[in-house]
């Protein structure tokens, strides 16, 4: 019941293209859902998150959409870049604080071809 | 710059053998995770620990164990490691509602 479960496992765009990335959940106590970027030799960083009292939230090009009826989320790239080629991670958690721990998703490679 | 400092990058040693790896965290955060990255695993939550006291733990091995020092630094001990704990741990840390902020990992290759 802690999973997350995220796909596609890869993903190849073209520059400009619209990447999407799914993610769904079983725990329905989890009220947390970031989604972080990979690069290579990097570790994780937080791109954007979302609570489940919204069904979107954009910041710059990047939108996530929430389904709370579906226990579903997923993360949107606009206008793709190659600069975007990333792992990208879906995680979620039950509450923001210090005392919370994210369970992620199995992480998407995404390449944007210029 | 994430503000969170591993050390080493990179460490192989051999089976059986002992290593410990070291987190600082950013400046001001109380807590600090640790996470295992494999192939076959993906991030794996092992441990968490916030102003010196053990939090949370996840998936974490007998053989593994952790602590939080009063400078708030925090050490990742693996003992009798096998082949299939070769991985890139990662330490993170954050204070009050703030994300997480990872290191950028340290690369075990266990021979």
């Known amino acids: 019941q802690q999973q997350v479960k995220q796909s596609p496992q890869s993903l190849i765009v073209q520059k400009g293209g619209i990447p999407i990335i799914n993610c769904a959940y079983e725990?329905?106590?989890?009220?947390?859902f970031p989604w972080y970027q990979q690069f290579p030799g990097k570790g994780p960083a937080l791109l954007i998150a979302?609570?489940?009292?919204?069904s979107e939230k954009k910041e710059g090009r990047f939108t996530i959409s929430f389904n709370k009826s579906a226990k579903q989320f997923s993360l949107h790239i606009m206008d793709s870049q190659p600069g975007d080629s990333a792992t990208y991670f879906c995680?979620?958690?039950?509450?923001?604080?210090?005392?919370?721990?994210?369970?992620f998703g199995e992480g998407t490679q995404l390449t944007v071809n210029p | 710059d994430s503000g969170v400092t591993q050390t080493p990058k990179h460490l192989i040693t051999a089976t059986g053998q002992r290593v410990t790896l070291r987190c600082s965290p950013r400046?001001?955060?109380?807590?600090v995770y640790w996470y295992q990255q494999s192939l076959d695993q993906g991030l794996q939550f092992l441990i968490q620990?916030?102003?010196?006291?053990?939090?949370a733990k996840g998936n974490i091995l007998e053989r593994f164990s952790a602590q939080q020092f009063p400078d708030l630094h925090s050490e990742l001990n693996l003992s009798s490691l096998e082949l299939g704990d070769s991985a890139l741990y990662f330490c993170?840390?954050?204070?009050?509602?703030?994300?997480?902020?990872f290191g950028n990992g340290t690369r075990l290759t266990v021979t």
């Open positions: 620990y916030y102003n010196g006291e053990e939090r």
């Open positions: 400046s001001g955060d109380l807590s």
């Open positions: 725990n329905t106590a989890f009220d947390y």
């Open positions: 993170a840390s954050s204070v009050g509602v703030s994300p997480l902020h």
């Open positions: 995680a979620a958690s039950i509450g923001e604080t210090s005392g919370s721990r994210l369970t």
């Open positions: 979302i609570r489940p009292d919204v």
